[in-house]
């Protein structure tokens, strides 16, 4: 083999390890999750119907999400939160107009009224939560309660990964959390 064919055989084979490492390697911070959150947009779902009804819910800043609080007055019972592309009001099935580029419907399963008939949460359907200045979260409105299903709306920037979970007190109460990531 001549000189300049061993030459040209080594400088392709440079070449091509070369171009492998080039468009395999990538900054180690590229493949890693935002503020390592790794929820996904999946629906999530869990627990079942119960009697402890809706008292407050509020909203929250964090440094890589922003959240909603569902606190219920009692031990929650279950949820079902998912991305759609309209969120419908309870019993009616009217359209809840929210604002951002993608909405979450959040279906508490629970009422809005205890085993006595009495008011815990006294929303109106359409009534907002200000969330003016939050990085993710545009909108947050009630949707009505009916047959012991009672939904929100919530509208964020983009569909970005959510994680839902329930958290024990203060006291007797429990909360229904939905956390929405800033970024992927």
């Known amino acids: 083999m001549s000189v300049l064919r061993r030459a040209s055989v080594f400088l392709a084979a440079g070449m091509f390890l070369l171009a492998t490492l080039v468009f395999t390697a990538a900054p180690a911070d590229a493949a890693a999750p935002y503020c390592g959150i790794t929820w996904g947009s999946l629906a999530k779902a869990a627990g079942s119907h119960g009697t402890a009804p809706l008292g407050t819910v509020r909203a929250g800043r964090h440094e890589c ?3 909603v609080v569902f ?14 592309s309209e969120v419908r009001t309870q019993g009616e099935g009217a359209v809840l107009p929210l604002a951002g580029g993608a909405y979450l419907e959040v279906v508490l399963l629970a009422n809005v009224f205890d085993e006595l008939g009495h008011l815990h949460y006294s929303g109106m359907v359409g009534d907002r939560l200000d969330v003016s200045g939050y990085r993710t979260l545009r ?17 964020v920037r983009a569909r970005l990964p959510f994680r839902v979970f329930t958290l024990a007190g203060p006291g007797s109460h429990s909360r229904i959390v939905v956390d929405v990531a800033h970024a992927w």
């Open 139 to 155: 909108d947050v409105k009630f949707g009505g309660c009916f047959e012991g299903s009672t939904t929100f709306g919530v509208g």
């Open 71 to 84: 606190e219920m007055d009692g031990p929650a019972s279950g949820y079902q939160v998912r991305y759609v």
């Open 65 to 67: 999400f922003d959240r």
